[in-house]
């Protein structure tokens, strides 16, 4: 009779051991922020809703297109230079995106 084992536990795991306890404390402050490494550069990656809030329109540094008012985005600057080097991206975009931010 077969026995319906399942396959063997703890080989691999999917859970990310990244969460560091420094982050949740940002967390806390801003639940949307969050802090991003690409090529050795950290960024801070903000997620911005997309409320008509301003009613400006970005051109996103990644793919040259608009980020319609309204569209959820993301927003990053270098965490080092500061907020003065934030862009926006189309959230897609900032995944593919490896810098460095102009
Ligand atoms: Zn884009």
Redesign the pocket.
Known sequence: MPRNNRTARGGRKAKPDEAEPDLRLDVLRSSLRREVTKRGVDYVVQNVTGNSETEKTWI??????E?KTGTAHVVAWDAIRGVETRRH??T??FKSFQGPLL
Do not use: D, L, R, V
């Open positions: 996103c540094p990644h793919c040259n297109i980020i991206f189309h897609a975009c």
